[in-house]
């Protein structure tokens, strides 16, 4: 190699050495006739020192080395003089006393600092990715992203788990979003889709007796982009025949625990990981994905409310719905505006309205609770010994505020749901160091769209209900309970898995409830109910998505700060151009013709 040695390598015993380093310059100090430069590899920085009494050639091709210039320097490692050390530097204890040096090439001045953590606008940073990714959080980013990956790897290899790739260009699976599609240049009005998942091609894996099967998989999907979405990303897509659900999970629990023990030990993870219902998850929380790093339950309300002669409540119901709320610690302090920004948020999300109730006063116990402390729109309506009793339910302590929703169970719980994730990030009331995992388990198979007045699958078509549900999937689809499980951490959604289906009758059945004639179980699912025909062992899996777990791991809030390359907000790609146009020629061949007049 042109080099001996990386820049991040060398220590105070390696002084007396030769070696020769090659990299970038990173930075450039001229101390009167003597010239430092910190030239930088991946590996990290070497302080070289340029003598011209010493080497006075080396010294002089350092005169002209400019920022991100590509040089090479061989010297002798010098332990820096005492007190000269830099603590904060790996090898800070030495430096190279440079005798040869030559330049590999020049660079122009780069539109940011490459040597420095500054905030550069993200567009300029993904049009020069190449020059972002020499950043080092960019580069500790990657190195992360690899370890992850290799530790997965490495960890079901050693389980007998085969890696085998799938097609990226392959039929539409429908899997809930939008296919990116691929005209067919030999077939004119054909398309090839791009997978949404690898969902069907692993079961058919599972039929072809891998029984242990993953793949670093990506996965695409045209939506429109929210934050933390990207158009491809990556799962470790997992399968395994003759497993049940707690298999799945436990492995999950076992390769996250270890990884993240192995490589991030800073972090603070809680084990074993909880198991929540999804309904228990919707009653608590209000939200499938709940954020366990603090508390901030949702307490039903409904018996005390009935009870109480405040209409909103009672009404609420009567009516069948719910009353349900939570207590805010130290939001008692809110101002008027920030109050009613809330409760515009309520409404924002559904709710007819937002019952508030600030504790205010010097933060104690309830049982000093007056009239005095109490600010309500409501206050009008419950005694103090209500809100008392409303506090003691809902653990609030004088100091604190009680978010209150009334009305169908649904939204009050997403509503409350999103106001407690809000509000949990507004105080910073989760530690970034802490990873709380958990397992939502029991979802139901389907839910019912009331727009389009037809069934959905909760997961996809291909998860099984659970034993004892299966006589309730044409008559009562809303009763049955899937075999399905999603992992969640911190607030956020990080992979879903379920038992498949294994057997074609049953597959058929369910596919009848989400409404598909057998014209289109054979053009979109034949290939796999037929596979079912042929002794298709029980099978199950898991796919947990890489991009966010990275994010979480390194403390990034942004998904494209954990990507090489990824797409903007608006799916596109500044370095490239894409998506871009075609030439003519290019179309003719697919047989395309541009038509805008549709859009
Ligand atoms: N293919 C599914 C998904 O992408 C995961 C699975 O069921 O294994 O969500």
Redesign the pocket.
């Known amino acids: 190699m042109l080099k001996t040695t990386s820049c991040g390598s060398l220590r105070s015993e390696d002084a007396g050495r030769s070696v020769t380093l090659a990299g970038w310059v990173h930075r450039r100090r001229d101390h009167g006739s003597l010239i430092f430069i910190d030239i930088r590899d991946r590996d990290g920085l070497t302080q070289v020192v340029f003598n011209p009494e010493v080497a006075p050639d080396a010294h002089a091709v350092a005169e002209s080395f400019r920022g991100e210039w590509v040089i090479r320097v061989t010297g002798e490692v010098q332990a820096r003089p005492q007190g000269t050390e830099n603590t904060g530097m790996s090898t800070g204890d030495i430096e190279v006393i440079a005798a040869e040096a030559d330049v590999l090439n020049e660079s122009l001045t780069p539109p940011f600092y490459i040597n420095e953590e500054t905030d550069v606008d993200e567009l300029l940073r993904m049009r020069y990715r190449y020059l972002d990714l020499r950043r080092s959080s960019m580069r500790d980013t990657m190195i992360l992203r690899h370890k992850v990956v290799k530790f997965m790897r490495d960890f079901l290899d050693e389980r007998g788990f085969l890696e085998i790739e799938t097609p990226i260009l392959i039929k539409s699976t429908p899997?809930g979003a939008r296919d990116y599609l691929v005209p067919s240049r030999q077939y004119p009005g054909s398309f090839y889709a791009l997978p949404?998942?690898p969902?069907q091609l692993k079961q058919l894996l599972m039929v072809a007796g891998v029984e242990k099967y993953f793949q670093i998989a990506r996965?695409f999907r045209d939506e429109d982009l929210r934050t933390n979405r990207q158009p491809e990303f990556t799962?470790l897509?997992l399968?395994m025949s003759f497993v049940e659900e707690e298999d799945i999970l436990s492995l999950t629990e076992q390769l996250y625990t270890e990884m993240i023990e192995t490589l991030t030990p800073e972090k603070k993870l809680t084990k074993p990981f909880p198991r929540l219902t999804y309904r228990e998850a919707m009653d608590k929380y209000g939200s499938d994905k709940p954020d366990l790093r603090y508390g901030m339950e949702l307490e039903d309300l409904s018996d005390f409310a009935r009870k109480s002669d405040f209409r909103v409540f009672t009404s609420a119901v009567q009516n069948g719905g719910v009353v349900k709320g939570f207590a805010a610690p130290g939001l008692a302090s809110y101002s008027r505006r920030q109050t009613d920004a809330l409760i515009q948020f309520a409404r924002d999300r559904g709710a007819t309205g937002l019952v508030t109730i600030a504790l205010q006063g010097e933060p104690g116990s309830l049982e000093e609770l007056t009239e005095d402390n109490i600010r309500s729109a409501a206050s009008r309506f419950l005694s103090v010994e209500q809100v008392r009793e409303i506090g003691e339910r809902t653990n609030a302590a004088i100091g604190d505020m009680i978010l209150i929703v009334a009305g169908p169970e649904k939204t009050t719980n997403l509503v409350l749901g999103e106001l407690r994730h809000e509000l949990g990030q507004r105080l910073e009331l989760a530690d970034p160091d802490e990873i709380k995992f958990a397992f939502v388990v029991d979802f139901p198979l389907f839910e019912h769209d009331e727009e389009r007045e037809a069934w959905d699958a909760v997961?996809?078509a291909f998860t099984s209900p659970k034993p004892g549900y299966e006589q309730y999937i044409e008559s009562d689809p809303g009763k049955v309970l899937a075999n399905c499980y999603d992992l969640v951490g911190n607030g956020e959604e990080l992979?879903?898995?379920?038992i498949r289906v294994h057997n074609r009758a049953l597959q058929e059945r369910i596919f009848k409830v989400l409404g598909y004639d057998e014209e289109q179980v054979e053009e979109r699912f034949g290939q796999l109910v037929h596979a079912f025909e042929y002794g298709a062992p029980p099978h199950g899996?898991?796919?947990p998505g890489i991009d966010r777990l990275i994010m979480m791991l390194a403390n990034r809030d942004n998904i494209r700060d954990v990507i090489a390359f990824p797409k903007t907000q608006n799916g596109t790609d500044p370095l490239f151009g894409a998506p871009g146009k075609v030439d003519v020629a290019q179309l003719d061949e697919l047989g395309l013709k541009l038509d805008f007049a549709k859009s």
């Open positions: 899997e949404q998942s969902q996965c799962q897509d399968e997961h996809h992979g879903s898995g379920s899996g898991i796919a």
